[in-house]
């Protein structure tokens, strides 16, 4: 049997050179990454690091929206503040410019009536009490302003536009409130568009005088530690309360993570003491509202 042959020479091996110059690329790549910022180093300093899921790593974050009016002109910082947990709810500061605030609140003027609730058992708007404001709807994607106002709450929610309601305008006087309630739903028949409502963004298009607090009574936390309590109307003293303030947008969650409705998201409206309020209301759903 004829006996393989072997080679004389021992096998090649990469050149020094190739390796050179691949250690080369790979310090080059690295130092290209870290230019644009993709890679960083570690830092040395513990106390400079974010701890894990703390929300309030990311305020103070600026905010450039060039396709609704007055945002160039104002050059105020939008940022993000954690308020409660339980609820979850957010204040995004600046989140409107004052011409933004303006212009929903004139367009909406001519076609303000008497605000409604709606009715558990037939899904169509009737009067009531517990509200005493005026109101009117501006439809979804309006017009250019308002579609650039729900792509930044889309930004903001992570909701996209499509599942969002028309936004509601709505004007408190001296004595106006809104009393506690949810806003989701407890029956079948308001969730046949669209599912459960999952969110409210409410934005606030003036500033109030005194009173008109969004109040949280169920909420849980100290609800003393906020640094305008000595501001706050007696109302806005029975629970978590934030003060409007205008351009601000208060975000709220009316669901639980698990999909279970969260009880400790019942709001309502302060009486208006002194002035008066305006407000705009967005409220998203879980699936794609149709109008």
Known sequence: MAKGRHSRYPPRKSSSWTMLIFSMFLVL?????????????????PSKSHRGHDLSSIAHTSVHRDNSIGRNEDKSEGWVEVISWEPRAFIYHNFLSKE?????????????????????????SKDSRVRTSSGTFLARGR???IRGIERQIADFTFIPVEHGEGLQILHYEVGQKYEPHYDYFQDDFNTKNGGQRIATVLMYLSD?????????????????????????SE?????????PKIGDALLFWSMKPDATSDSSSL???????????????KWLRVNEYKV
């Open 208 to 232: 109030v005088e005194e009173g008109g607090e969004t109040i949280f009574p169920s909420a849980k936390g100290n609800f003393t530690a906020v640094p305008y309590w000595n501001e706050l």
């Open 267 to 281: 709001h309502g409206g302060c009486p208006v003491i002194k002035g008066n309020k305006w407000s705009s209301t």
């Open 100 to 124: 933004e605030c303006e212009y929903l609140i004139e367009l909406a003027k001519p076609h303000m009536q008497h605000s409604t609730v709606v009715d558990s058992e037939t899904g169509k």
């Open 235 to 243: 109302c806005g003293k029975g629970g978590l309360s934030v003060k």
């Open 29 to 45: 790549l690295f130092v290209v990454l870290f230019i644009l910022g993709i890679v960083s180093l570690p830092s040395s300093n």
């Open 143 to 145: 017009d250019r302003i």
